[in-house]
């Protein structure tokens, strides 16, 4: 009887860590997301800073959870699209990478994807070339649905015949990762149609090499 009842005090205990904890753990996250917020968005707010949470924005993310990431920290994120300077805004589509590997597809597709879509048509340069290592990094890790990719495919393959070569690696790069979502046929049927308007030369397979040989 003696164990039993240490048992349960030992239970009691052990159940009122945890709530201690999730309560201290929630009071951080607050805290934390407040500081991230009056940073961000404060009339004196710099690049330099918003560049600063952007280079740790993975760890943030992860800090604070999903539901966080979502509510609070991407939304945060993407404000930064309206910064004039194209230094801030390429860096956008370097640092969100780790962000979307975390909320998932959902999040992606609805908020995220659409900035990317946008930005490759940006009077800048850099920020179309940063949009478009964006795309190949969610293509690789599987963050776009298949029908998503042609979608996609059919707004970068105009950008094989971009003027600016780092542009032109950049979308070679991110057209060559649809081989590994699709088969040779239907790479054939359904990717190849949407090239052929920017190739020279035919294209038999998706690789970098015959890539580079067809435009």
């Excluded at 290592?133 to 998503?148: F, K, N, Y």
Aim: charged fraction near 15%; hydrophobic fraction near 50%.
């Amino acid at each position: 009887i003696g164990g039993g009842f240490a048992r349960e005090g030992m239970d009691a205990v052990a159940a009122s860590t945890l709530r201690s904890f999730d309560t201290e753990l929630a009071a951080l996250h607050e805290q934390v997301s407040h500081i991230a917020v009056t940073l961000l968005t404060d009339a004196h707010s710099t690049a330099a800073v918003k560049g600063s949470l952007l280079s740790g924005a993975t760890a943030l993310a992860l800090f604070l959870d999903r539901q966080n990431t979502n509510d609070m920290l991407l939304p945060l994120l993407i404000t930064f699209l309206n910064d004039r300077g194209p230094k801030l805004r390429a860096a956008f589509f370097e640092g969100v990478g780790g962000v979307c590997a975390f909320v998932g597809r959902a999040s992606v597709q609805a908020f995220v994807l659409p900035c990317i879509m946008q930005a490759l048509t940006d009077v800048d340069e850099p920020v179309v070339c940063a949009a478009l290592e964006a795309l190949c990094r969610l293509s690789e890790v599987g963050l776009h649905p298949r029908s998503s990719l042609l979608e996609v495919t059919s707004k970068v393959a105009p950008l094989l015949c971009h003027p600016n070569a780092l542009i032109r690696h950049s979308a070679s790069g991110f057209v060559t990762t649809l081989a590994s979502h699709f088969s040779p046929a239907e790479t054939f049927a359904r990717v190849r149609p949407l090239l052929l308007p920017f190739l020279v030369h035919p294209l038999p397979l998706l690789s970098p090499a015959a890539l580079r040989a067809a435009l």
